[in-house]
């Protein structure tokens, strides 16, 4: 639901900040690897296929 906001809003790149940010809190906070997370997000534009 957020990415689908997110990219109707700024597109990809926006998108892409978003999980920028989400990981790196993830990586600090927890100390676990975000990048697996990001297939969630596929689907919602062309661009994004992680």
Known sequence: MIGKEL???GG???MENMFYS???RIKDE???DA??????W????DEWNY
């Open 7 to 9: 990219h109707a809003d």
């Open 12 to 14: 990809t790149d926006a």
């Open 22 to 24: 989400i990981e790196f």
């Open 30 to 32: 927890l100390g676990k």
């Open 35 to 40: 990048k697996e997370y990001r297939s969630w």
């Open 42 to 45: 596929n689907n919602i534009s």
